[in-house]
């Protein structure tokens, strides 16, 4: 009925551990949209040439995607 199965971390996260992981998972979707809408939206009011918003907009999604990483290597650890 009862799995005897137990998880890596059977301890439960404080509330402050919690609320880190929350805030980080925040800045990395907010890292991966203007990522994005660097690229993708035209009117977007930035003096930059397409290449320039290219590269722009893909060093944003990889620091994001880097952020997520450490989140979760972070996460496993404590």
Same mark, same amino acid.
């Given at each position: 009925?009862?799995?005897? @199965?137990?998880?890596?971390n059977?301890?439960?996260? $404080?509330?402050?551990q919690?609320?880190l992981?929350? =805030?980080?998972?925040?800045? +990395?979707l907010?890292?991966?949209?203007?990522?994005?809408?660097?690229?993708?939206? @035209?009117?977007?009011?930035?003096?930059?040439?397409? $290449?320039?918003?290219?590269?722009m907009?893909?060093? =944003?999604?990889?620091?994001? +995607?880097?952020?997520?990483?450490?989140?979760l290597?972070?996460?496993?650890?404590?």
């Amino acid at each position: 009925m009862f799995s005897t @199965k137990k998880s890596q971390n059977n301890t439960q996260k $404080s509330p402050k551990q919690r609320f880190l992981f929350v =805030l980080g998972l925040v800045f +990395f979707l907010m890292y991966f949209i203007l990522g994005m809408m660097i690229i993708f939206w @035209k009117e977007l009011p930035i003096a930059l040439s397409w $290449s320039g918003r290219l590269i722009m907009g893909i060093l =944003l999604i990889a620091y994001s +995607f880097f952020r997520f990483v450490r989140l979760l290597q972070n996460n496993r650890e404590a």
